[in-house]
């Protein structure tokens, strides 16, 4: 409580108003420019945390900012409900994932209302509703239609004893264990959804028309990870079975001493011989149970296997062996590498180990003559071409395409373009999660749900073995359906889909979540997409904002949305870390709960700390005494503006002077905060806030209250307050006898002219040290300023009559004189 402020009664006293009267209610409005604002929806896990209000009330607050500004603010709230966490509840305390999901909900809803935030809760969206994932069904069905849905075999993380699919995050410790047996897990191929993202990763790559931060560019430039080069075909000795490799460089392929498969990778089983195929099988399992960020360590030990069999170089038809070896990888371009040792670090480490032929290809311009057999380490290839055939004595600059070309006339190769980015992998064995709409029959294949029957709903009445093996595949009838071709027997897909597809078209929703007709109401489209505003973790750069992008292309493809882009601009938020600087967690006792921080010091306080702490998009610890600061802040807030509520007549002894010099730190204060909202710069707000604040108290002291100034500055305080504190704002609004609501007043519109200065102090140096200062006309030429110091007295004296031999004037702040 702040003195008699009772911040309990207060808030919840216009929280009560603001919902009863609709205040932030979202409708078409032809007459204003709509602002499409959104912040990230939270998963329903049980509590928010200060990790939540960091990143939802600074949101608010620039949503409530435009708002002032005029234009018409959807800015809607909803739960992204799917998820593995509602199944472990359901394992762990025997309750249904639908019953622990929706109690959290609720509770969640409750502790959100407590912000202050303007959500339009008329548009809230559930994506484990019926009503939303029947959509998300129906989205599936169009990009199976459109060709960019398929099924194909594909490794997941297993667990023998449990005999189901583990998740990430189930899957613990450095030896690769289950998390509830502690056997160790090992990969497994099953037949999955994937979704063709690599159709849209040129597109992907152009940012161009919105405004999103460059670290979130480079991150997805990265992951996409787009390679200019040449795809060349080798053949095995036995069989002539071709093994396609990707390279960059194809210069060197006369340095390819020897081939590496994944151990993964099909032609292994075929190709390798029988003495080897025991040694084989045991390399295959160990790499089975590494994750691919272990197996392509650049400090780990390598490893691999002598398959028995030879390749044809392409480029000198010499014979080379062919390894497996774990650093290579089936989930980047085709599974199988020439390996370059004299020229690519991890490939000359192999090549020492297993006693293989380093050969030099390139040499340097400014390295001595090099030699295989002595080489430390490789060498980049950097210069001239040697030991390279015809294409011997070729410069480094021109040497890619000349062996592109070389290639391509011998048939056995192609210019090439590869990309790290693979196809999105949608199936989970799980339970809770949207039901993939898809049937099985054995005479007429895979085909989707008729879209009539939409949505698949999930049984409820499911039974949950520990192990945490899907119910759906358990269920004694779910799964059984007719063909929708030829009405026989079939069998309903029991995958789920990853929950980011949920998430991909959650914006769409909240245009109209109680439409029926479709997935949003084409009006509403039209109105208010694209996001103008999205808000959100960096996190997420590579995962939810790929797929969002890649989805709403998708659909502009089908004619079901329009334009680049589904965002417009993107700010990313930092994170909260705890006292210890470390992140929260409930284990290590650092957790922050809001809700005593609003039970103690009230909802506009924990959002102002929040604003003030840390630059919003670092982040940094949480520090429980610096929230007293804003606590003092808004204290002195509440007292000036009630206290001078009854002091209406004007002190005779209030100069101009002190009038001007408030409306100008009035101004000041206004085009500064006006600048850091339209830039997402909150910190500052806060502290220009402060500042002012303080200039109001000094203000008062020398006479201003009831002047025009200080009217002027009492009101435009509060609207600035406002978007940060929008109860306390409002409730001094009212006590002002101003009209309801301050939150849909007009945002104060800056006076330029108050902001001129007329005077100015400058320093004046003799010999580099500062002798005196002087006062002139902030419009005074370099003549008026030179003379106005030579004439101080201070000036002359350590010039001791002497003629200067220089003067210099830096406009505005320092004249230096040289004597």
Not at 229 to 242: I, L, P, R
Not at 568 to 581: A, F, I
Not at 643 to 653: I, K, L, M, R, Y
Not at 782 to 807: D, F, H, I
Request: one cysteine or more.
């Amino acid at each position: 409580m702040i003195d008699n402020y009772n911040h309990g009664e207060i808030e919840k006293k216009w929280q009560d108003k603001w919902e009863a009267d609709e205040l932030y209610r979202s409708v078409i409005d032809e007459n204003k420019e709509k602002h499409y604002a959104l912040t990230m929806l939270p998963y329903p896990s049980g509590d928010l945390h200060i990790g939540h209000w960091y990143a939802m009330t600074p949101s608010d607050a620039r949503a409530r900012y435009m708002r002032m500004k005029g234009f018409n603010v959807l800015f809607p709230m909803g739960f992204d409900s799917f998820g593995l966490p509602a199944e472990g509840a359901a394992i762990k305390n025997n309750i249904h994932p639908k019953k622990w999901t929706y109690a959290n909900i609720e509770r969640m809803r409750v502790q959100m209302r407590t912000m202050g935030a303007m959500f339009d809760w008329k548009r809230e969206m559930i994506s484990s509703d019926e009503s939303y994932y029947k959509w998300t069904e129906w989205f599936f069905i169009q990009l199976f239609k459109n060709g960019l849905a398929y099924r194909k075999m594909s490794p997941v993380d297993w667990c023998p004893s449990c005999n189901t699919t583990l998740a990430r995050e189930q899957v613990w410790g450095d030896d690769r264990h289950c998390e509830r047996c502690d056997t160790p897990v090992i990969k497994k191929e099953l037949d999955q959804w994937f979704f063709r993202t690599t159709n849209y990763a040129d597109e992907l790559l152009s940012f161009e028309g919105i405004d999103w931060p460059q670290h979130v560019k480079t991150l997805q430039t990265n992951w996409i990870g787009r390679s200019e080069g040449a795809s060349v075909v080798f053949k095995t000795e036995v069989g002539n079975h071709d093994m396609e490799v990707f390279t960059t460089r194809p210069d060197t392929l006369w340095g390819a001493t020897f081939m590496v498969l994944s151990p993964e990778h099909p032609l292994v089983d075929v190709i390798s011989s029988e003495e080897k195929r025991a040694e084989i099988e045991a390399y295959k399992d160990e790499a089975a149970r590494q994750s691919d960020i272990e197996r392509e360590a650049t400090d780990k030990e390598k490893t691999g296997v002598f398959t028995g069999a030879y390749a044809i170089n392409p480029v000198n038809d010499e014979k080379i062996p062919i390894w497996i070896a774990d650093y290579v990888l089936m989930s980047y371009g085709t599974g199988a590498i020439m390996a370059v040792p004299a020229h690519d670090q991890r490939d000359f480490e192999f090549a020492r180990k297993f006693d293989l032929e380093v050969r030099v290809v390139v040499q340097p311009d400014d390295m001595e003559t090099l030699d295989g057999a002595t080489m430390e380490e490789s060498v980049p290839a950097k210069g001239a071409l040697v030991n390279s055939g015809p294409l011997t004595g070729t410069p480094g600059d021109k040497s890619v395409v000349a062996a592109t070309q070389f290639i391509a006339e011998k048939g056995t190769g192609k210019k090439a373009v590869n990309y790290k980015l693979r196809d999105w992998l949608i199936s989970r064995q799980r339970y809770w999660g949207s039901p993939i709409p898809m049937i099985n029959c054995e005479k007429c294949g895979w085909n989707p749900v008729p879209e009539d029957q939409l949505p698949v709903v999930l049984p409820e009445d499911v039974e949950w073995k520990p192990t945490g093996e899907s119910p759906l595949k358990l269920h004694p009838t779910w799964k059984h359906v007719e063909c929708p071709e030829c009405g026989g027997e079939a069998i309903r897909e029991t995958d789920t889909m990853d929950t980011f597809m949920c998430s991909s078209w959650y914006p769409l929703r909240y245009l109209s979540p109680d439409f029926d007709e479709g997935p949003f109401s084409q009006e509403e489209y039209d109105y208010w997409m694209p996001v103008d505003t999205y808000t959100g973790g960096i996190e997420h750069a590579t995962m939810h904002l790929m797929y969002v992008r890649f989805f709403h292309k998708a659909l502009r493809d089908m004619g079901i949305t329009k334009g680049a882009e589904p965002m417009t601009q993107l700010r990313n938020q930092g994170m909260v870390l705890g006292e210890d600087h470390d992140k929260m967690s409930k284990s290590k006792g650092n957790v922050v709960a809001p809700d005593s921080l609003v039970n103690k010091y009230g909802a506009d306080v924990v959002r102002a700390y929040l604003m003030f702490f840390a630059r919003w998009d670092m982040g940094g610890p949480w520090n429980s005494q610096g929230i007293e600061g804003t606590v003092r802040w808004m204290r002195r807030v509440w007292t000036i503006f009630n206290e001078t509520a009854t002091e209406t007549d004007v002190s005779p002894t209030c100069s101009a002077e002190t009038k001007k010099s408030l409306r100008r730190k009035l101004h000041e204060t206004l085009k500064s905060i006006t600048y850091d909202f339209e830039n997402v710069g909150f910190n500052t707000i806060i502290s220009s806030l402060m500042e002012l604040m303080n200039e109001m108290y000094k203000a008062r002291k020398e006479g201003a209250v009831g002047t025009p100034e200080w009217v002027e500055t009492a009101e435009t305080y509060l609207l600035m307050l406002a978007p940060v504190a929008p109860h306390i704002a409002e409730e001094l609004w009212e006590r002002m006898g101003k009209e309801y609501s301050i939150h849909t007043q007009d945002w104060p519109q800056v006076d330029e002219s108050a902001i001129v200065v007329d005077e100015v102090e400058i320093g004046v140096q003799v010999n580099g040290k500062v002798r005196d200062r002087i006062v002139v006309s902030a419009s005074a030429d370099e003549a008026t300023v030179k003379a106005v110091a030579l004439a101080s007295e201070n000036v002359q004296k350590y010039l001791e009559g002497k003629e200067p031999r220089k003067v210099i004037v830096i406009k505005g702040r320092l004249v230096n004189i040289v004597k």
